[in-house]
């Protein structure tokens, strides 16, 4: 039955409203990070710059090594995805499939440590890792955000294995197939969606951490793009232009792979949340 016409009216104007809320910062970090100093500062602000420049962006790039915080994170964020999905998929398929015992207690325990705060472990971990001279190296970053973001990883696997009909690993068994070659051969490329979903939103958390970073990584040549952004501001300054500008290259990742991506990413969040 067809929604009578002010309730279509009414959807939409909140639909476009929530849309200006959530799009207008963005649109303004972009203008700014294009604006020179003084329009800036300039009251009342312009919503649309008179003047354009580039100058923001050759600042973040020369004078704050701004290209170096962006391999660190690349470096850091798919080699954690990496390893995230390489043991994610690991134990989603051996805890969907295969005959464990304390399943159950397993997956509550990933749900304890899925909304468990870094900020309690972050003491400990600097300590560990000072002690094995690991600070300001890229296995202090990787390492933890691998352990935090595989509950999540597991679980979304886990629940998407099992939509893979049973038959097939018992089928595989029977034509002398091994677990690990039933995992790799069979279910791993079923399970697509649920991998592109699992990777872009760790790829997400490890490119926007910043306390693990922060602490562990505080030399300039291994800084991150979230903390290397914080640490533009000087004594008695703050560049909004050069720290809108590194944010608005700092996002431009994450757009491409939620474009490219957001089918694989809304079917395997959907159809791997059917079975709990």
């Known amino acids: 039955m067809k ?79 990496f390893f995230v999905l390489l043991f994610g998929s690991m134990a989603g398929f051996a805890i969907a499939r295969l005959p464990l015992k304390g399943k159950q207690p397993m997956l509550i325990f990933l749900l304890i440590i899925s909304v468990f705060p870094p900020l309690v472990v972050i003491t400990p971990l600097y300590m560990l890792l000072r002690d094995v001279g690991w600070l300001d190296s890229y296995q202090a970053l990787i390492i933890p955000y691998t352990a935090f973001n595989l509950p999540f990883s597991i679980w979304i ?11 097939l690993f018992e089928a595989a068994k029977i034509d002398g197939a091994s677990v690990f070659m039933s995992y790799w051969r069979i279910f791993l490329p079923l399970t697509t969606p649920g ?19 922060l602490v562990f990584n505080p030399d300039n040549t291994m800084r991150t793009i979230p903390v290397g952004i914080a640490l533009f501001s000087g004594q ?21 792979l939620v474009v490219i991506f957001r089918r694989w990413i809304v079917s395997g969040l959907t159809q791997g949340a059917v079975k709990g």
């Open 195 to 213: 991998l592109f979903t699992a990777a872009v939103f760790t790829f997400v958390a490890c490119w926007t951490e910043f306390f693990m970073a």
């Open 3 to 81: 929604k009578p016409l002010y309730q279509r009216i009414i959807g939409y104007v909140v639909l476009i409203f929530f849309l200006v809320v959530i799009l207008l910062p963005f649109y303004w970090m972009f203008i700014t990070s294009f604006e020179p100093n003084a329009d800036i500062s300039a009251y009342p602000p312009a919503y649309f710059p008179a003047h354009w420049t580039l100058s923001h962006y050759r600042e973040a790039f020369g004078q704050f090594h701004f290209g170096r915080y962006i391999l660190n994170s690349v470096i850091v964020a798919i080699t954690s995805t």
């Open 236 to 256: 008695y300054t703050v560049p909004y232009g050069t720290i809108f500008a590194g944010s608005v290259v700092s996002i431009v990742p994450i757009v491409v």
């Open 157 to 167: 696997l886990r629940n998407y294995f099992l939509q893979v009909p049973g038959a």
